[in-house]
């Protein structure tokens, strides 16, 4: 059996042992939370006279060797060891046991406190301190920040040494307002730094993070947030299900109604049935049906998360993905992962803590930015375009959508946002009309597109200075697969540019989703997660960002193909195809209600707002066309024959 080092950030599922290698010390402190680990450290450092102190994370205890080795080598020998159990003993059975058991016959006192504010009878019958130092670490656990921190190892050091027992601990607000450098503050401290008439932004994130050491992420954003034009609010709450916090956020969101909500916070607060759910504060009408933008604060490591595939460990999908889509927040990026930010030699222990991640913090607020761009832009002058899918992409498959007939969709959609106010010009009245005018236009079918006429026009200088902003692995991926941008059958020498399928209909336009590639089997390909898209596919998708200036893309039905290009599953990074290529762009995406798990692609890869339409009505499928006039002149030769 191996006998690993312990590695801070990291979840130790208990398949491996682990040595914390730690002396002894007076006092011993045993959490899950990296947060209370690093603001003890902290603390610890702030004091003129500290205790002696080990500091040590449950996660690196889960293992029976791991927790006998510890006991042996450093808790046997304390005077005092405090543990946070999250959860109740259960979840820590076999370390909960033997730390009780043997730190009793050592003639350690022992207090295992809750790892939350709710009472645990089973932790406290099997603590050794009284039950008013009970209550007393308890308290300055459960408030948290700095100052009850530096008192609680005041109060341990009272325990073992009799020193003058320092203050109780002091209350936390459970929702407020906080700003960077100045802590927790008010709206008026907040107004301070905002830009007059700017959109209103609440960054919402959990008290935990104030009562540690956990804001940089917080802090970064807000930065990021004040450089994109926009006024950022950092609300921390206890929950999105804590009363006070729901009503410190109604508050909040009255004074300064929200234009774009970022959400930091994990789980959901209704559940998939709909029953029994509490109120959500972020679709309260005080939010004024903002977007809520999930932002991710993963528990994995910044080096797990670049090397692999995955984007995120099944725990931070379950906690931060997963159970957030039941309230229908827009999945954005990872912006922080947790990693060693020191050694702390003084308690023996690596200090784990969220580090933010600079260009996926700032993808978030371009993204919010250009969300909140869109709600205040009147429709008269919103950029829009529509996207309809080719699969495989011959012709006769031009439009197509799964249960949905897009065509028809395309040209409703087109009436109903004239209707709004939208800037559509010269729309075509039925889908036959439109299908002709995309069949007149360059297609995916390569067989006869040299006579093709139409689409617009994106010159090949404009397209190489956009293409120059890729990361440069991606770009030598693309041309190792398809040569130089020349070379693309969609490229025109003549006229010195990518002919795009694209129609403009006023500030309105509709595209047709290029093919994955070219001299491919289309079926084969369409889901690929290695294949790299060509050229004419980043030119397509350049034009209506760059050139059109669209402020928001929908992909008209099931499904198309952005969001299966190769990159992570999710927490996409800036070489990964469907952001390189989509860019922070507000998504909309009309899907078939039944297909959840394709559709949740789209949501976890492209940042898409998924709208489900009903599957069809079964009915008759007869027969159409000049099959149905050859039909009828059968039946009368047949009647005439009787």
């Not at 008290?207 to 994109?228: F, H, S």
Request: proline share 8%; glycine share 8%; charged share 20%.
């Amino acid at each position: 059996m191996h006998l690993l080092a312990a590695t801070p950030g990291s979840v130790d599922e208990g398949q491996e042992p682990v040595d914390l290698g730690q002396s002894p010390a007076d006092v011993v402190f045993i959490s899950a939370a990296d947060t209370e680990l690093a603001a003890l450290s902290s603390a610890r450092a702030d004091m003129t006279d500290p205790p002696g102190l080990r500091l040590a994370s449950m996660m690196h205890l889960q293992h029976p060797m791991s927790v006998d080795l510890h006991i042996d080598a450093c808790a046997s020998r304390a005077k005092l060891v405090v543990a946070r159990v999250l959860g109740g003993a259960s979840y820590w059975k076999y370390g909960f046991e033997q730390y009780a058991a043997r730190l009793a016959d050592a003639g350690v006192a022992f207090a295992a406190l809750p790892g939350d504010d709710k009472p645990d009878p089973d932790l406290r019958l099997f603590s050794t301190v009284c039950d008013q130092d009970y209550d007393a670490l308890w308290a300055y656990l459960v408030e948290g920040g700095p100052k009850n921190a530096v008192n609680f190892l005041g109060y341990c050091q009272h325990m073992i040494a009799q020193t003058p027992m320092p203050q109780a601990a002091e209350p936390l607000l459970r929702a407020g307002v906080y700003w960077p450098g100045a802590g927790i503050s008010d709206l008026s401290a907040a107004r301070a730094h905002w830009t007059k008439d700017a959109p209103v932004v609440p960054v919402i994130f959990y008290r935990a993070l104030v009562q540690g050491a956990g804001l940089n992420p917080i802090n970064r954003m807000v930065k990021a947030l004040l450089q994109a034009g926009l006024n950022p609010l950092p609300i921390f709450v206890a929950s999105l299900k804590d009363p006070i916090s729901v009503a410190t956020l109604d508050q909040l969101f009255q004074a300064a109604p929200p234009e774009v909500i970022l959400n930091c916070t994990s789980f959901a607060v209704g559940n998939p049935h709909g029953d029994s759910s509490p109120n959500n504060p972020l679709t309260a009408a005080s939010a004024r049906q903002a977007p809520v933008l999930q932002v991710v604060l993963a528990a994995s490591t910044e080096a797990s998360w670049e090397e692999g595939d995955n984007g995120l460990s099944a725990r931070d999908i379950a906690m931060n993905v997963a159970l957030p889509e039941v309230d229908g927040r827009i999945l954005s990026r990872a912006i922080s992962f947790k990693g060693e930010a020191f050694f702390d030699e003084a308690t023996e222990c690596p200090i784990a803590t969220y580090k933010a991640r600079g260009d996926r913090v700032t993808f978030v607020a371009a993204l919010a930015a250009n969300w909140a761009q869109l709600r205040r832009c009147a429709p008269a002058q919103r950029q829009v375009a529509l996207i309809l899918a080719n699969y495989p992409n011959k012709d006769g498959r031009l439009a197509n959508g799964v249960g949905l007939d897009t065509p028809a969709s395309a040209v409703h959609t087109l009436a109903l946002l004239q209707e709004a106010g939208y800037g559509v010009g010269n729309a075509p009245e039925t889908s036959a009309e439109l299908m002709a005018q995309i069949m007149a236009g360059p297609t995916n079918w390569l067989t006869d597109r040299a006579t093709r006429t139409g689409g617009v026009l994106l010159p090949i200088a404009d397209y190489m200075d956009h293409y120059q902003t890729l990361p440069y692995k991606l770009r030598a991926r693309l041309e190792e697969r398809w040569g130089a941008a020349e070379n693309d059958p969609f490229f025109d020498p003549k006229e010195g540019g990518f002919k795009l399928s694209i129609l403009r209909f006023g500030k309105i336009t509709l595209g047709l989703q290029p093919a994955r590639g070219y001299n491919i089997d289309p079926v084969e390909t369409y889901h690929s997660p290695d294949l790299i898209p060509p050229h004419n596919y980043l030119a397509f998708y350049f034009w209506i960002r760059h050139h059109q200036k669209a402020q928001a893309i929908v992909h008209m039905g099931k499904h198309g193909n952005l969001e299966w290009l190769p990159g992570k599953a999710l927490a996409l990074s800036d070489s990964c195809l469907p952001e390189a290529i989509l860019g922070p762009m507000p998504h909309i995406y009309p899907f078939i209600v039944n297909d959840p798990g394709e559709g949740t692609q789209a949501k976890r890869r492209a940042q898409a707002v998924i709208i489900d339409h009903l599957t069809p009505p079964l009915t008759r499928a007869e027969t159409y066309g000049p099959l149905r006039d050859l039909e009828a002149l059968v039946d009368e030769y047949y009647e005439a024959a009787e």
